[in-house]
Structure formats: structure tokens, C-alpha cells
């Protein structure tokens, strides 16, 4: 596990700009993951626990920048929630130029990562396919992310 440090933010929530953060099911060979991500040049910097986002999660989601309600940012931190709450750990890998964002989502492909996002400066990229192909519900601050689930909520099974 890597040391503590303070996650970055924007508006008050986590948005590791010029990073791809990995959503890893319980049970995935963390290891294996990071390894890959090694040999391919993007080294891990931060490994966190379940435990760890949801706690980081709860933190950002009690202290909101008003502003931070005008985008997705929230709804993906109450994404990550979620994850965590159901056994998913997370790292965050620097992937700042388009070649290296598609080499960590074709390893986090492989891997069968359950989200891979890059944020960039304005928008947050999904970088492996969630749920099915059906046409995506719109999002809102009030509505939140469409998880691609039948419900709309990432508690529920895929598509």
C-alpha cells in the first residue's frame, strides 16, 4: 500500500487531472495489474483500499464546493462510493498524453477493470465499455451518473 498522501481536487472533490484512476473488482490480481502498468511505463502512484475510497468519498461528499453540484464530479465520487462498498479497490495511474491513456485502457481491458476514467483538464473519459451498448440516459447533478445498468445505479447488475 502506498503512503498516505492528499488526493487532488477540484471544487472539492477528487480529479487527479492527467491521471486514469482504475476500478478493480474484489478478487483481482492487483499485483498482476500493477506489473503490467510497470512494464508498460505507467507505474501505479497510488494504490487505495476499498476502505480507503469510502472514506475518501465521504470526505469529499461532506465538504462540496457549491460549484462542484454544476458538474459530474460529485456523481462520480458517489460512483466510487459505491465500488468501494462493494469490494472494489482503486489506482490512480499518470497517463497525461492520448498514447499513454490507451496503453493503461487496454491493460485495465485485460484486466477486466470494472471502470478505468482519465481525467483531463474539462472531461472525464470512460475508458472501458460499461454495461451494454443501449442508449445512455441523460446525467444531471440530481440524476447521476448512468452506470449503464438497468436501474441506472451502480448497485445494480450490467446490462
Excluded at 476502505?51 to 460549484?67: G, H, K, R, V, Y
Excluded at 490507451?102 to 483538464?121: F, W
Amino acid at each position: 500500500m502506498n503512503a498516505p498522501t492528499p488526493h487532488p481536487t477540484s471544487f472539492g472533490s477528487f480529479n487527479p487531472v492527467g491521471h486514469v484512476v482504475l476500478a478493480l473488482p474484489r478478487g483481482a490480481d492487483l499485483a498482476a495489474i500493477r506489473a503490467a502498468l510497470a512494464e508498460a511505463g505507467r507505474p501505479v502512484v497510488r494504490t487505495l483500499t476499498p476502505a480507503e475510497m469510502q472514506a475518501q468519498a465521504e470526505a469529499d461528499l461532506a465538504n462540496p464546493s457549491p460549484l462542484a453540484a454544476f458538474g459530474q464530479e460529485m456523481n462520480i465520487v458517489k460512483a466510487h462510493r459505491e465500488l468501494a462498498l462493494q469490494g472494489h479497490s482503486f489506482m490512480v495511474v499518470e497517463a497525461a498524453h492520448e498514447a499513454q491513456v490507451q496503453r493503461v485502457a487496454e491493460i485495465a481491458r485485460r484486466h477486466r477493470a470494472t471502470r478505468a476514467q482519465h481525467y483531463g483538464r474539462w472531461v472525464i473519459e470512460e475508458l472501458v465499455p460499461v454495461g451494454s451498448s443501449a442508449q445512455q440516459t441523460t446525467e444531471t447533478p440530481a440524476r447521476g451518473l448512468d452506470a449503464q445498468t438497468a436501474s441506472g445505479q451502480e448497485r445494480a447488475p450490467l446490462r
